[in-house]
């Protein structure tokens, strides 16, 4: 999906040749089945010194607190309230450009993981509790060497949180952290991997690479692995990136082909798998359709990369109806020039990006009639996109509505939002 200078730009290959779109948090592509996308294309990407990569998300982000709405609201209704927003910036993160706080998940109680970056550019997870906590999180094993560390991606109802970590050779493993605090790495057999979501009942989705492939895997509470391909010959397959399990153990995700095209896919609890391609998506490299959250009800949002828009990657806002219809929109304050839905909660609450025609990012918010809210973290710059500069970057929305992200300030350092 495009990106001008991401900084979640991920997507490529490393020492195990994978290729794909992931945006890293930071500025460089990490070969890491990461989700910090507009990166938030996990995937298991390559590490480069640009996290900008450009390869998938082209989409933009957030823009000011406006509490205005585009589309759905009636004249003389009541202006939304204004969002509240707290910022939260983990002990021991950089102040540098690229360095700082990402939120990435939030869970049902307003509990927020992610990871951050220190002043020696390596990586750590954290947990940021409602009430005050906060925890960092460092996988046995993982490397303290820049662009190395441990990244948090999910968290579930009991506080257990997974994500993946890179060790000290730069090889990316699977973790999953209890609520306890004790964390359990793990790999399927012979691979490198990353978990990329879990979960209430504790079941872990996630991506590996061995020497037959690209693959996806569900790990349950109890350690045991399944795995799955998504077209059923990993060998045509670069990455393989299951977004999102919901309750049921549904996943949705997306995986890259050989001609570096993204595709959407759905299995379900019963390991049906269906590829999901959405109308009009491109299919030249590096576009194509991404699925990156999934609901309850079954209700899937990601984004549709339609290529060169004007001299700039497009990607547009995606919904996939349980009944499998698809619905491609952009907010109206974007005048259509490029979006990206990033999530979605059980009341169909949509929360996403977009980039307005001066290349400046914002979030937006889309209810279940269609309404639209747009926002801004009032401490984000207001600057185009490029890598240093990111604006409002949303990545999550719980239950009750509240969203977790992070923004890019003046000296381009990241800091993690939540706001209700």
Do not use: W
């Not at 990244?151 to 730069?170: K, L, M, P, R």
């Not at 793990?186 to 979960?199: E, I, K, Y």
């Not at 747009?374 to 009750?400: C, K, M, V, W, Y």
Request: charged fraction near 10%.
């Amino acid at each position: 999906m495009d990106v001008a200078n991401d900084s979640r730009s991920m997507y490529m290959i490393v020492t195990l040749c994978i290729m794909l779109a992931t945006r890293f948090p930071q500025g460089r592509i990490i070969v890491a089945y990461a989700r910090t996308r507009h990166q938030q294309f996990p995937a298991i990407t390559q590490r480069s010194a640009a996290m900008s990569s450009g390869v998938l998300a082209g989409l933009l982000f957030l823009v000011p607190l406006v509490a205005s709405c585009g589309g759905g609201g009636s004249s003389g209704a009541q202006p939304p309230p204004t969002p509240a927003f707290t910022t939260i910036d983990a002990l021991g993160a950089g102040a540098g450009s690229l360095q700082g706080t990402f939120g990435i998940a939030i869970d049902a109680g307003g509990d927020v993981t992610g990871n951050f970056v220190d002043s020696n550019n390596a990586l750590h997870g954290f947990l940021k509790q409602s009430g005050g906590g906060e925890f960092s999180i460092d996988a046995p094993g993982a490397g303290s060497q820049p662009n190395n560390g441990t990244e948090a991606v999910g968290i579930n109802a009991s506080g257990e949180i997974a994500g993946y970590f890179f060790d000290t050779q730069g090889l990316e493993h699977s973790f999953i952290r209890g609520a306890d605090g004790t964390i359990t790495a793990f790999d399927p057999p012979g691979s490198t991997s990353g978990a990329q979501s879990l979960n209430d009942s504790g079941t872990v989705a996630g991506g590996f690479v061995d020497a037959n492939g690209a693959h996806g895997y569900l790990r349950a509470p109890d350690g045991t692995l399944t795995t799955f391909d998504p077209t059923g010959d990993p060998t045509q397959v670069y990455i393989v990136v299951p977004q999102r399990i919901n309750a049921s153990g549904a996943v949705a995700g997306t995986f890259t082909d050989l001609g570096a095209v993204f595709h959407g896919f759905l299995r379900t609890p019963d390991g049906t798998i269906t590829v999901l391609d959405a109308p009009n998506a491109g299919t030249a490299s590096n576009q194509g359709t991404e699925l990156i959250d999934l609901n309850s009800a079954g209700v899937i949002v990601g984004g549709i990369n339609v290529g060169i828009v004007n001299g700039v990657n497009t990607t547009h806002s995606l919904i996939v109806a349980a009944d499998g219809t698809y619905t491609v929109f952009d907010p109206p304050q974007s005048a259509v020039h490029s979006s990206l839905a990033v999530g979605i909660n059980d009341s169909g609450v949509v929360v996403g990006e977009y980039r307005d025609e001066n290349l400046v990012r914002h979030g937006y918010l889309r209810d279940p009639d269609g309404t639209f809210a747009t926002f801004d973290d009032p401490n984000a710059a207001q600057l185009p996109l490029s890598e240093a500069n990111i604006a409002t970057t949303p990545r999550g929305i719980n239950a009750s509505g509240a969203v977790t992200g992070f923004y890019s300030d003046s000296n381009g350092a990241r800091h993690a939002f939540s706001m209700q």
